[in-house]
């Protein structure tokens, strides 16, 4: 591990940014504008300081205080146990001059400390502050320049930003082969390089030297550099210099093809060369995705993974080719949830998603996400879906498709725009135990919509009402996690009114109507009571019977036999086609009205209340019951037969009936039927009322789903 980690204070978005921690794998997520790439530009200019380079400081994060620093503590104890042992004695000069700038301590010499074998017992670290003031200059906390130039010639840094490579110009990989390897060039004299090809290409005339002579007599030229003088002897071994693709030239390659393989390059390259050597490098990739279809991303992933495998070492005892050597400390900063996804499934113990995102003073703060997954099942069957979630405004987790269906309901969205900006996720028991914002330590705003029973549980042969300790809903959790919470706290609260609801359900006796209703009791209090002392600020939500019963009551039903119709005229032209004679059509439209008048009859002839044909409605489209009845669950035998039979012959006879009604596809679950309902039902109110009388009009007619809407909006 190279770095230990980042503080930056009071430079650009940042106030007080801290990254105490470095995987090998670090990708940054969050939404545009959160501070991303500025913590690329502070890397950079960290290190095009520490190069002695002049270049512009980054602006101040407050006028109100006169300076900012950005400061990186440095692991240092892999490079202090290689110059300290004993393997290393009289091995490098260099070793020597690293151990004396970075590692001496008082009157102990380089020899002293070789030969005593002293242990190095605790972690080593180097703390660099780079510290820019209000003027413009900057001060290094570290005086001597020899140390600030040993960390940057073994902690070398590199950056990509995708978006402005040069696709088509990779010298730029050239600079980390010249900065990945330490040679001892110092014995190699320019005489013996000139003798050398003279020897070689020009034995008997000399015409390399003489060439090189009158070179040199004409034109004046520097000295190469350390870096270049490695650079040209790396490439004197080479096939050549230019960089190829599939043996093509880059001119005639996609944007894509070669942003995907000037990554996969640079990084192989990085951990490769980096294996055996003691330079532990950083690269920082700002948006990896931009130009590449997402299955070139999981490509360029896998890729990446193959490489760091094939140098892992996985036994204590010796592997060939593998290497306790630290990896070169990557960083990616990405909008796209399947980078998160190979991040996690392919380097699930040496990664790390940080989650940027800014306060109420548009200050950057950063969440390490809880991203590494111990359960094996979870991180078979995570994402896409899952990986989308780190990118979150809101999530709202539900149970099933209906109200995935519902809440990304284009009419809805359309009239309650926030709800746009929301990710709704169908989860189970597993996926929220990892994918709950709790869980993910991030300050993403969630909430849990459930069906009741999900919570509540009838005995009809007790009459007893009972709270399930159900792994989703551990209401029973709570009651043991607030047991000693101080008074007068939002826990305590919470423990007290808990405590009551179980002392009053052990006491109740329920009295039913026709066991579909409770009768001695008001239900709906119940629910809502539930909700708001407890449930909503445990961001949780509780429906109340099921989803099907916000769409279907006693407000929307006028609404919902209007619809019923629309659909069963929109299905008359399903009996005939374009070549059915026009006598014959108009034969059957009046078969079927006739057919629906006599369905309206049985309906009328039932002479039953409002309230139970609105129950029957609800069963019949799937939903329950306010006792947790539905048709397809084991308790439907606690309907009265007649219900029962009333029910098989609406579904079979009327409905679900080619020759009557004709539309008994909208039962399905995933019918469509609640869209079509919401459709049909929003267009109308519309019809009637403006955009300010529409919300007041929908809140009457559809208030439960308005209450969780608003319940969104709040935590937005």
């Known amino acids: 591990m190279s770095i230990s980690s980042i503080k930056i204070k009071n430079i650009l978005s940042f106030d007080n940014l801290i990254i105490n921690n470095f995987e090998d794998i670090n990708c940054i997520v969050g939404k545009n504008n959160v ?68 590692f001496k301590e008082d009157n102990v010499s380089f020899e002293d400390l070789i030969l005593s074998m002293k242990k190095i017992e605790k972690k080593s670290v180097l703390e660099v502050t780079l510290k820019i003031n209000s003027d413009d200059s900057v001060q290094w906390s570290i005086k001597d320049k020899k140390i600030l130039s040993i960390i940057n010639y073994l902690y070398p840094f590199f950056d990509i930003e995708t978006r402005h490579i040069d696709l088509y110009d990779w010298d730029k990989l050239w600079l980390i082969v010249s900065k990945l390897r330490s040679f001892n060039i110092n014995k190699i004299k320019q005489e013996e390089i000139i003798d050398f090809f003279n020897e070689k290409i020009s034995k008997d005339s000399s015409s390399y030297s003489e060439y090189i002579s ?19 002897y790396v490439k004197a071994g080479l096939k050549g210099q230019t960089f190829l693709i599939d043996n093509k030239s880059l001119d005639i390659q996609s944007d894509g093809t070669n942003s995907h393989r000037f990554i996969e390059i640079a990084l192989e390259l990085l951990i490769t060369l980096s294996r055996r050597e003691y330079i532990n490098p950083i690269i920082y990739i700002d948006e990896p995705e931009v130009g590449l279809h997402p299955k070139k991303n999981e490509e360029l992933f896998y890729n990446l993974s193959k490489v760091y495998k094939s140098f892992k070492k996985t036994k204590k005892s010796r592997e060939k080719g593998k290497y306790k050597t630290p990896y070169p400390t990557i960083i990616f900063a990405t909008h796209s949830p399947n980078i998160v996804k190979k991040t996690i499934k392919y380097f699930n113990e040496n990664q790390q998603v940080l989650h940027f995102s800014k306060d109420k003073n548009s200050n950057t703060i950063v969440n390490k996400l809880n991203s590494i997954y111990k359960n094996k099942r979870f991180l078979n069957i995570f994402s896409d879906n899952e990986a989308r979630l780190f990118f979150s405004d809101f999530i709202l987790f539900v149970e099933g498709p209906t109200e995935v269906e519902i809440f990304s309901n284009s009419e809805l969205l359309d009239k309650f725009d926030f709800l746009n900006r929301i990710d709704i996720y169908a989860t189970n028991e597993l996926a929220l135990e990892y994918m709950n914002p709790s869980y993910l330590n991030t300050a993403i705003p969630y909430l849990i919509l459930y069906d009741a029973d999900k919570l509540i549980s009838i005995d009809f042969s007790k009459n007893k009402l009972t709270f399930k300790n159900s792994s989703e809903l551990q209401l029973f959790k709570y009651l043991k996690l607030y047991m000693y919470s101080y008074i007068g706290s939002k826990q305590k609260l919470i423990y007290d009114f808990l405590k009551q609801l179980i002392e009053w359900q052990k006491k109740v006796q329920l009295e039913f109507e026709d066991n579909l209703y409770i ?59 374009s070549k059915t004679p026009k ?20 309906i009328k002839n039932l002479n039953i209340k409002e309230k ?86 929908f809140k009457n007619k559809f208030g439960e789903l308005y209450a969780i809407i608003m319940s969104i909006k709040e935590k937005l």
Request: positive net charge; proline residues 1%; hydrophobic residues 35%.
């Open 35 to 102: 501070g991303k790439s500025n913590l690329l530009k502070l890397m950079r200019f960290f290190y095009q300081k520490l190069e002695g380079k002049r270049v512009l400081p980054p602006t101040l994060n407050s006028k109100y205080s006169s300076y900012g620093f950005i400061t990186i503590i440095y692991d240092t104890s892999r490079i202090k146990s290689i110059v300290t042992s004993e393997l290393n004695h009289d091995k490098s000069a260099f070793f020597r001059h690293i151990y004396n700038v970075l």
């Open 519 to 577: 009768s001695n009791f008001n239900y709906n209090l119940l629910i809502k009571y539930i909700n708001d002392e407890f449930l909503k600020k445990e961001n949780f939500l509780i429906n109340r019977t099921t989803i099907e019963e916000a769409l279907i009551n006693k407000q929307t039903f006028c609404l919902f036999k209007r619809w019923i119709y629309k659909e069963f005229r929109d299905g008359i032209s399903k009996a005939y086609n």
């Open 214 to 232: 009158k070179i040199q007599n004409i034109a004046e030229t520097g000295k190469y550099n350390y870096r270049e003088k490695v650079l040209n």
């Open 583 to 602: 006598f014959q059509i108009e034969r059957i439209k009046k078969k079927k009205i006739l057919e629906f008048k006599k369905f309206n009859r049985y």
């Open 612 to 697: 139970e044909l609105i129950t029957i409605s609800i069963l019949i489209f799937g939903g329950k019951t306010e006792t947790t009845i539905a048709t397809f669950t084991e308790n439907y035998t606690e309907v009265d037969d007649s219900l029962k039979d009333i029910i098989k012959t609406i579904k079979k006879e009327y409905i679900g009936s080619k020759e009557s009604l004709n539309i008994g596809h909208l039962l399905n679950k995933t019918s469509g039927w609640t869209t079509s309902f919401l459709n049909f039902a929003i267009k109308e109110m519309s019809k009637k009322n403006n955009n300010n009388e529409f919300e007041n009009e």
